[in-house]
């Protein structure tokens, strides 16, 4: 079965942390993502990659940054942790060039930050 | 970029009956997908259906598109308590550019 692993499923952090989100699949996919959800706002696209050290910022990037040093691997950095940022986050991955083809999701990460 | 919208935002039915799910978007795509979403969870995803194509079929659930009317429609015939989730549409825009997602569906199908 293809896996997208998201390291934490509940986290907690405090106002001005760094926090780092990390995702691993095991599907050798090419393309990677990082949505945040928010009730009433739906799934919202922060940045993504289609390969190794290679990343693209969606449509809100602000306030965050991402690693992908590993094919397998895509990190999400919040530089300074913001109450607003309090969220659920969603890792996603696509196989093949561009971003056509279906995605796999993690199970999400609720971060809570106080 | 500009999100497709889904219809209605909440729908509750009765087990046995049919739930449809509406979609809407205004720019041309490559392919429209359908997801869904347990409480708390990962989106999974149910179907794809590409511009080409006007309707697909994958067990209870089947998928319409009209391009002319830019919408699609998801229906899950016999719903099961089990069905209940929150069910999102996501369109593939033309050109090498991610899926952009709408605000879903919350679907409660009551025993």
């Known amino acids: 079965d293809v896996k997208v692993t998201q390291s934490s499923r509940y986290l907690v952090k405090r106002t001005g942390e760094k926090v780092f989100l990390e995702c691993v699949q095991d599907?050798?996919?090419?393309?990677m993502f990082w949505y945040r959800q928010d009730p009433g706002l739906g799934l919202r696209l922060i940045y993504f990659?289609?390969?190794?050290?290679?990343?693209e910022k969606g449509d809100i990037p602000e306030g965050y940054s991402v690693s992908r040093e590993k094919k397998e691997r895509f990190s999400l950095i919040l530089e300074s942790a913001s109450t607003n940022q309090t969220s659920m986050y969603l890792c996603?991955?696509?196989?093949?060039?561009?971003?056509?083809?279906?995605?796999?999701f993690g199970s999400g990460t609720q971060l809570s930050v106080l | 970029s500009q999100q497709g919208e889904e219809d209605p935002q909440a729908l509750s039915i009765q087990e046995g009956e049919n739930a449809t799910m509406n979609c809407s978007y205004k720019?041309?795509?490559?392919?429209l997908q359908w997801y869904r979403q347990n409480s708390g969870r990962g989106l999974v995803h149910l179907i794809l259906?590409?511009?080409?194509?006007r309707e697909k079929h994958s067990g209870r659930l089947r998928v319409t598109l009209d391009t002319s009317k830019k919408s699609s429609s998801l229906l899950i015939t016999a719903s099961r308590a089990a069905d209940t989730a929150s069910y999102f549409c996501?369109?593939?825009?033309?050109?090498?550019?991610?899926?952009?997602f709408g605000k879903g569906t919350r679907l409660s199908v009551i025993a």
């Open positions: 996603a991955s696509s196989l093949l060039g561009g971003t056509n083809e279906k995605l796999f």
């Open positions: 599907m050798d996919h090419e393309n």
């Open positions: 990659s289609y390969d190794v050290k290679m990343k």
């Open positions: 720019t041309s795509i490559n392919n």
């Open positions: 259906i590409r511009s080409n194509e």
């Open positions: 996501a369109r593939s825009p033309s050109g090498n550019t991610p899926l952009v």
